[in-house]
């Protein structure tokens, strides 16, 4: 029987209290995550797989599923891009599953289904979100960002999927129209009762029903809900007792639609014992339940040190320059943008920051056909340098870059065993950056040119990715 | 080969390099070139000029520029090299001459940044990876390492700022004819740390222009030719990805100064050269020049910025015009405008801002990330 060997989650280090939302110059109190300006779906989707993946061989991995309702693009594949900056095997079979909140189970349950069926060994799912609220309403308010992935294998050391209840729902609650920008709801009574209460307690009763002698109420539920207060009576109508449902972290993370509950399932496997279940309930369309039972305690926790790693935004100016809410003097210009002929050349050192070494040792970024130290041509090997760390080299603090938080902080890094790269830097405070500053790496938007999104590599502090 | 003493300059011209609102690149090529040609006393140039040389960062059509404004139909050369360009334009006119292939060549730098509607370089993103920093960023990546390896500081830049700003209000053609105090420079806006807003260039429009003939025909033009005693130019490594960079010098202004004094034959550029224009894009490139190019030790400039060294009543003056912090910095014509500077300060005719009994001078452009720098030493005997 398949199940999960492993999972990772990333939020984005920013955080927006509600309060600085509100216009007030005020600290602490409930707040929410925001995706940065250089981050989307994608960027939190490759840090979450890599959390997931630290130390593991990527090569089995036959099966990639990312799920998401805020896609970079309406037409080009995200799995694939994924898949090209974790360096998956080019014979892996990648899809995208969108358009509902409840994404995050149906990939996870495709790749069960992939695994129990033996099609492949291993399979990669993803579920990140980050989906905009119109500014100043209740969705901007109560939404939040992130990311959770989880490895399935079979016979999996962690967790084995025993089953799910399905129960699909046709209204018109929450929506976004192809082009729209902003996530719409009808009125909030309407949506809570029928767009989540009613599919979600019919899954969650097909699921009890179904593993009735599975003893139910011991389960753990990590259970999607638009909010709180909704969460809560889903957790009534089920009569789940005290600690039975994970909380919902609405006052630190938000609600982070398809991955709320993947987060919240993250979660609760952080702090499992052996045969403790776990059941997940996602909504959207209707609702969906899956139900785990723990083989062993995780290894470390996923969840808290994600919730820890945390930097304040300060004023609401910086919130809407990031998630560009203004009008710009000098808008993004909708041409070309960068060449797809030079990025399909150069994509293995874009989304892998892959270099080469030469054969008398030295390491190259970007690659080149003659070696900066002894001049031999054509005698490389690649190596990827993502996942090494590094120092900075010089730095400096770029204020006339154009970009919507400056200054921009930009460095010579030097990475370990490896060549030295010229990046910016991310998830940092300017006051933070100096000389010999131990950095890793991290998949990161670098610019919008085309308005397109364009990836590459920021460093980023070490102590922010323990 | 050394070029030394094959080439002359009989002639010398310089727009006003300022935001020339009113004038286009035609108008500014033309206004130095003419006052070159008078300077050598060229009256037919279609009779005295065999060729031309120009230079030009951002013109999309350099060549086309110069002959239709001139109406000078002859080869000509396009050179471009970065913020070197102006330089490396005079080099090739000198390589020309010294070959053989012509006798009297005309060299003009110029830009015309300022119809593009934004201050500063253009940030433009096309490729992935490209430069993830503006200009001040990629020169201001030394300051960090220097700082920390010699306790110099912002406060000594802003002290090359305000003598450049001093030297500036002495030169007629310059662009900003303000005196500035430290405390002023230090207070300005940030571009780049550490550079604030008096720390970088000011980026203007202008041309400037010299006519470059053969040793023997130089007395046929004007009775105190301006000889070149060399002029070089060296490359680097790109610094950022550069496995051995220490981030206290630029490479390429070391590389080039040992040619360029091989050339002229120099062994002691601080007492042999009485004025030197260097390149001071950003303050900061200034004080390292000082010392890669040998006139000072490594790690000495905060002493010598202290004492007044290099400003018009020190040792060895520098940017006596202002440099390209206040004479302005319209790219391809600034090597050739420290060129106009240097004859004239050899030929004692530098007004207000001469440096008494000048009998060699340097000239220095540095350019990319920076990765190309281009050296002239001229001399009056």
């Given at each position: 029987?398949?199940?999960?060997a492993a999972y990772g989650v990333h ?35 490759v840090e979450a797989a890599r959390k997931a993946l630290v130390g593991r061989d990527r090569?089995?991995i ?24 974790l360096g ?36 990669l ?24 992935a989880f490895l ?6 962690l ?139 995780a290894p470390a926790a996923a969840?808290?040190p994600a ?79 993502a996942e090494r760390s ?50 890793r790496f991290a ?19 070490e102590?922010?990715l323990s | ?381």
């Amino acid at each position: 029987m398949s199940g999960i060997a492993a999972y990772g989650v990333h939020l984005p280090i920013h955080r927006l209290p509600l309060a600085v939302l509100a216009g007030k110059n005020k600290e602490g109190g409930p707040e929410r995550t925001v995706a940065w300006a250089d981050e989307d779906s994608v960027t939190m989707a490759v840090e979450a797989a890599r959390k997931a993946l630290v130390g593991r061989d990527r090569d089995g991995i036959g099966l990639l599923v990312f799920a998401t309702t805020t896609h970079a693009f309406a037409e080009k594949q995200g799995a694939a891009l994924i898949a090209a900056a974790l360096g998956l095997p080019a014979q892996v079979r990648t899809a995208d599953v969108g358009h509902s909140l409840r994404g995050g189970a149906q990939a996870l349950g495709a790749a069960f289904d992939a695994v129990d069926a033996g099609h492949v060994r291993e399979a990669l799912v993803i579920v990140s979100d980050c989906r905009m609220g119109a500014p100043g309403s209740d969705l901007e308010r109560s939404g939040g960002d992130g990311a959770a992935a989880f490895l399935v294998t079979a016979e999996a050391p962690l967790a084995t999927f025993i089953g799910s209840a399905q129960e699909s729902q046709e209204l018109v609650d929450i929506w976004r129209r192809a082009g729209d920008r902003f996530t719409h709801g009808w009125e909030e009574r309407f949506t809570t009762s029928y767009g989540y209460l009613e599919p979600a307690v019919a899954a969650a009763r097909s699921l009890t029903d179904r593993f009735a002698d599975l003893d139910p109420a011991g389960w753990t539920w990590a259970a999607s809900a638009p909010n709180a207060r909704a969460l809560g009576t889903f957790a009534g109508k089920m009569k789940l007792g005290e600690g039975r449902v994970r909380p919902g972290l609405y006052d630190r993370i938000g609600f982070a639609g398809a991955a709320q509950a993947p987060l919240l399932l993250a979660g609760a496997l952080d702090e499992a014992q052996p045969g403790d279940r776990i059941a997940m309930l996602v909504h959207g369309d209707g609702a969906e339940a899956l139900l785990f039972e723990v083989k062993s305690a995780a290894p470390a926790a996923a969840l808290q040190p994600a919730l820890d790693r945390r930097m304040p935004v300060r004023t609401l100016a910086s919130y809407r320059r990031a998630r560009d809410l203004d009008l710009s003097e000098y808008p993004a210009v909708d041409d070309q943008g960068i060449s797809a002929t030079i990025h399909f050349r150069e994509r293995a050192e874009n989304l892998r920051l892959q270099g080469q070494r030469c054969a008398c040792g030295e390491p190259q970024f970007p690659k080149g056909r003659v070696c900066i130290r002894c001049g031999a041509k054509d005698d490389f090997t690649d190596e990827d340098f993502a996942e090494r760390s590094g120092q900075i080299v010089t730095y400096t603090l770029d204020a006339f870059f154009p970009a919507p938080d400056p200054p921009t902080p930009v460095a010579v890094v030097q990475v370990d065993n490896g060549p030295r790269i010229y990046m910016q830097l991310a998830d940092i405070a300017a006051s933070e950056v100096d000389i010999d500053l131990k950095v890793r790496f991290a998949f990161r938007r670098i610019h919008q040119a085309g308005r397109r999104p364009n990836y590459f590599w920021k460093a980023v502090p070490e102590r922010s990715l323990s | 080969m050394s070029l030394k003493d094959k080439a002359a300059i009989v002639g010398a011209g310089c727009s006003k390099f300022a935001e020339n609102w009113t004038s286009d690149a035609q108008d500014m090529i033309v206004e130095a070139v003419y006052e070159a040609y008078a300077d050598a006393g060229i009256d037919e140039p279609n009779r005295q000029i065999d060729a031309i040389y120009c230079g030009s960062l951002y013109s999309l059509a350099g060549p086309v520029d110069v002959s239709e404004a001139l109406k000078l139909y002859k080869p000509l050369t396009s050179v471009y090299n970065y913020c070197a360009t102006g330089t490396e334009t005079v080099r090739a006119a000198c390589m020309a001459v010294a070959a053989g292939v012509y006798d009297t060549v005309l060299a003009v730098g110029y830009d015309k940044p300022k119809d593009r509607g934004v201050s500063g370089p253009p940030v433009t993103m096309r490729g992935v990876r490209d430069l993830p920093a503006t200009p001040a960023g990629w020169f201001a990546l030394a300051a960090a390492p220097y700082f920390k390896a010699f306790g110099a500081g912002r406060e000594h830049l802003a002290q090359i700022a305000v003598k450049n700003h001093h030297n500036g209000t002495l030169a007629p053609k310059s662009f900003l004819k303000k005196e500035i105090t430290v405390e002023e420079a230090l207070g300005a806006r940030m571009i780049s740390w550490p550079f604030g807003l008096y720390d970088c260039a000011a980026q203007t429009d202008g041309a400037a222009a010299v006519i470059v003939t053969r040793a023997d025909l130089a007395r046929t033009f004007r009775p105190d030719p301006i000889w070149v005693k060399a002029i070089v130019s060296h490359c680097s490594p790109n610094p950022h990805t550069d496995p051995d960079h220490d981030f206290l010098r630029w490479k390429a202004t070391e590389s080039a100064a040992a040619d360029a004094y091989r050339m002229a034959g120099i062994d002691d550029p601080f007492r042999q050269i009485d004025v030197a224009q260097l390149h001071d894009c950003f303050t900061l490139t200034e004080l390292l020049s000082y010392e890669d190019l040998g006139f000072i030790p490594k790690g000495a400039a905060k002493e010598h910025i202290e004492s007044g060294t290099f400003t018009l009543a020190g040792e060895l003056p520098v940017n006596t015009d202002g440099g390209l912090k206040t004479f302005g910095h319209p790219t391809g014509a600034s090597g050739v405008r420290m060129m106009v500077e240097n004859t004239l300060q050899l030929r004692g005719g530098a007004g207000a801002r001469q440096v008494k009994g000048a009998t060699t001078a340097l000239s220095h452009n540095i350019g990319g990330y920076p990765t190309g720098c281009a050296i002239s030493i001229l001399g009056v005997e």
